[in-house]
Every structure is written in C-alpha cells, then in structure tokens.
C-alpha cells in the first residue's frame, strides 16, 4: 500500500502495483559491465554448488553427516543467489526496472529464508565437526541419519519462521508516491526509506532478529571451535593434525565471510545509514560468498579433491566405453 498526497496536505492509501529497482548508477556502458561481472559470477556460482551437490550425491565415500550438511549448503547458496542474480541482470538490460509489488514480496521471503538458513546451517555445521573430534565414539548414534536430517530441517524452520516475521512487518507498511527502491534487488533497509509510517519497530526487530540469530550461532560456533583447538592440539600425530585443521580451516572461513558481512549488513544500527555501501556488501553475501565457499570446500579438503579425481577418472572410462 502506498500513500498519495493532495494539494491541501492530507494524505490517503492507493494501491501500490509494483516497484522501481534503481540498483547501481551509471551509463549504458556501466549497466553492461555489471550484467557481464554479474553473470561471471552467478554462472561460477551455479557451476560450483551444483558440482559439490552432484560429487557427494554419487561418491559413496562422502556419505557422512559432514557432507549431507555441505550438500544443504550448497543447495541453500545456489537457491539464494538465484534469487537474486536474474532479476538483476534482467534490470542492468532494462529501462524500466520494475518489480511487482507481489513480486517484491516473494524476492524478499524467500531471500531472507535462505539467508537465515544459511546462518543456522554453518551453526549445525561446527557442532558436527564438534562431535566428530571430541566424541568420536559417540559420534556415529548422536549424529545418525535422522538427526541431522531433524537439524536441517530446524535450520529451515528458523529461516522460515524469521523470514514470515521480517516479510509481514515490512509489506504492511504504508509506502510513500515514490516507489523507488534504491537497491537491486528487495530489501528492508531501502524498504523501510520508502515508508511513511514509523518504522522503529521494524529496526528493532531487524537489529533484534539479526543480532539474536548471529550472537547465538557464532557462540556455538566459537564453543565448537574451541573445545576442537584444545582437542586437535593434544593430538600426537602432525598429519592427523593438519588434516583436521584444513578441514576446520575451510569452515571457519566460510563463517567468518558469511557472519562478518551480514552483522555489517544487519545487525548493527549503522546498517541504515549508506546505501551505496550497502549494495556493495549485498553483491559480496548474495553473490561472492556463494560462489567462493564450493572453492573454499573443494581447494582445501582432500576427500572432495579426492572424489572430483574419481569422478572424472569415471566420465573418462564411460566415454572411452562408449566409443
């Protein structure tokens, strides 16, 4: 709903039937060098999720929970980056730029789902790696097929559920004659520039939200990756060692990319206050982190190395049969 303004100053509802995605300023050229930096991106995106999803669906040997967790995340990255990466590029080759309102609103859902999502899932990750270093005998019955099964789905509730609560408080506002979203893609800090009731409470829910979701997962990461440090550090042999802290490594850059731009993104007052950063950031979480943590997975574990090698090594001989 939008909000019209008459000569004598009052103003009345009328219906808002979509918005403009300003995105990024710039001539014809810059829009082109965008859709082409962009569609680089999203095709290394699509190409590396899929890669990690199709290697441990066929390689027997990558059938732990560690892996099932990695297959969900790649899943999750390749979902939220389409969410966002066609409709941008679509509008860097379009005058118009618009967006439905209804449109908007799906964007926005299903964005903030995944993205919450996600967070949880890296949460669930670290407690796996937890288990499996420091109670190896009781890992196989405490992370079995059906926990981790539940705990993706819970990963997926919460994302839901956060996702339900930021969607309905944004999309009941009224929004001002301007329908002009400075972003590429539908958000709340833009959203919330357009409206014209009091938005503090949809900040503080926001920066409540945010702040809970990433205080309590980077603390389950951090007692994790705690109690494995002093675990991994008692350890006698050098190359179990390093296997474990490669391994580890990986994860741990994969959430301090992830929580270090959303906390920047969300969780902090400031967020609000440059839009220009702001779009800058976006592109780094819903675009470069999706495609860096596939390469961040597979340049740094040797069992997915080990598993892409066999998986070639098998295309090579079907192909040889086949001639």
Known sequence: MATQVHRNGSLSAVSLQGFVLVGFGGGVKTQALLFAVFLVLYMVTVLGNLTMIVVITLDARLHSPMYFFLKNL????????????????????????VITFAGCATQFFFFSL?????GFLLAVMAYDRFMAICSPLR??????????ARLVLGTYCGGCLNSIVQTSLTFQLPFCSSNHIDHFYCDVPPLLRLACADTTLNELVMFGICGL???????????????????????????GRHKLFSTC???????SLFYGTVFVMYAQPGALTSMEQGKVVSVFYT???????????????????????RLGQRHSLVKEDVQ
């Open 74 to 97: 790649s899943f999750v990255d390749l979902c939220y980056s389409s969410v966002i990466a066609p409709k941008a590029m679509t509008n860097f080759l379009s005058s118009s730029k």
């Open 114 to 118: 995944l993205v919450t999502t996600e």
């Open 139 to 148: 890992y196989p019955v405490t992370m079995c097929p059906i926990t981790c």
């Open 213 to 239: 979701i990433i205080v309590s997962t980077t603390l389950v990461v951090l007692i994790s990756y705690g109690y494995i440090t002093v675990t991994i550090l008692r350890m006698r042999s050098g190359s």
């Open 249 to 255: 490594g990986s994860h741990m850059t994969a959430v």
């Open 287 to 309: 675009l470069v982190i999706p495609m860096l943590n596939p390469l961040i997975y597979s340049l740094r574990n040797k069992d997915v190395k080990d598993a892409l090698r």
